[in-house]
């Protein structure tokens, strides 16, 4: 395979893995460009689904606004990762907001281009009836979590989550790699501002965690682990 840089990331995301070399060139060839900067909105809840992006460098938020106007952020989707799942799923619209937290250089497709690599490409659509199942999965994990868990649960594993996809070593421990304010983990756990200030504060005290403007550093995961568990 060429050393071109997108190549050789296309050939490791999940919904490309084990394409033939020459048809990962036809579909790098095939893709359009798109640059986006910090905070600029890739496409919005409800709007058509007719365009699939791989993150090649930077970082984008998925959220969804509720029909109350609470916001919940689904995920975070780095390099070599997938944003507008509903494209691969025929679905009409997306089901959520999509924009960047870094600056950012996306791959993109559209419908008719994606579905006619599924249609060359037997692996590719594979690939994709497994990453969304993949993400059904981890719907099912939060909703479970949600339902069911303590709030210091609920933020321990979405602090380990986002340690596993997005963790870099720094010398007090792993270190999430993009900003991450205490809204946005509230969003993402399922409460409020106010109880992951109190639940934060309470982790740096004894250690476990290290907190600054927009950074999370895990300073003893297994600690984390263990409250997640409720092993401690």
Known sequence: MDHHPDLDMLGRTELFQGVSADALRVIHESATRRQVVAGEVVFRQGDPADALYIVAFGRLRASQTTADGQQVIIRYIGPGEVAGYATLSRGEAHPGTVAAVDDSRLLGWTRAAITQLMERHP???MNAVAMLGARYHEMQVRLRELSTEKVERR???TLLRLAERAGRRSKLGIEIAFPLTRQDLAEMSGTTLHTVSRTLSGWENTGIVDCGRRRV?????????AIAEEAA
């Not at 550093?217 to 682990?225: D, G, S, T, W, Y």
């Open 123 to 125: 692996v590719v659509a």
């Open 155 to 157: 933020i321990a594993h």
């Open 217 to 225: 550093v895990l300073c003893k995961p297994q600690a984390l682990v």
